[in-house]
């Protein structure tokens, strides 16, 4: 089993429709992050976590809201989807100790049309 | 603030060939250097990092890579490339901090394409 799990891997869906992306990760880790990926602009953080407790915003939150629903669990929520929201997303995970050294979900693949 | 520049959208090469992947940063902290690799339908995996020390840093599957630090660049390279190396490659920074071991700046994506 993989140690960073991603549910739906795809997803189509309609503009105004609220879509929820789920992480769980069997690493022990504290820190989970949220990366959303445009092709030609590469990765870009929406928002991260420390623990359950702390949540913070990256580059790009707005239109997005998160979840630590617990330490091994963190969901991104989009409540209104829109068609420019269509990217491929990733979780990822890191304990903190080595700078960098990111764990990455599958990714799932979101379409909103 | 941080950015990654990455100078190629795509290297076509074929199979044996050496390969260089090239990639500028800018920043006004310093700044840790990562390179990592996307295989078709899979998430990213560190290919190697550079913290400290040796300019050179070697990574898995025969890969290095240079900090340059007067040129602000972290170039890749292998010396024989196999088709298994098909793959996106992104380069990316982070500031030196604990707080940001996981907050990456990641450039555009290099497209290496090997041919038989």
């Known amino acids: 089993d993989a140690d960073v799990t991603q549910t739906p891997r795809n997803r189509i869906t309609k503009t105004g429709k609220r879509i929820m992306l789920e992480c769980s990760q069997t690493k022990g880790h504290d820190r989970m992050y949220w990366y959303r990926q445009d092709p030609g602009l590469g990765l870009r953080l929406i928002y991260y976590?420390?623990?359950?407790?702390?949540?913070n915003k990256g580059e790009i939150s707005d239109g997005y809201s998160v979840s630590r629903q617990a330490q091994a669990k963190f969901s991104l929520s989009l409540e209104s989807a829109i068609p420019n929201q269509t990217a491929l997303y990733f979780c990822a995970t890191t304990g903190g100790v080595l700078p960098g050294e990111l764990f990455f979900g599958e990714g799932s693949r979101l379409t909103v049309l | 603030a941080q950015s990654v520049t990455q100078l190629d959208s795509q290297v076509p090469v074929f199979e044996e060939a050496p390969v260089e992947l090239r990639c500028n940063y800018s920043s006004s902290v310093s700044v840790y250097l990562f390179w990592y690799v996307q295989y078709p339908n899979q998430g990213l995996q560190l290919l190697l990092k550079y913290l400290s020390g040796s300019t050179l840093v070697k990574g898995i599957n025969g890969f290095e890579a240079e900090f340059n630090k007067s040129q602000t660049s972290f170039h890749l390279r292998k010396p024989s490339v196999h088709i298994s190396d098909t793959a996106e490659y992104f380069c990316a920074v982070s500031s030196t901090g604990g707080t940001s071991y996981g907050k990456l700046t990641f450039g555009q994506g290099t497209i290496l394409t090997v041919h038989p």
């Open positions: 976590s420390f623990d359950v407790k702390d949540i």
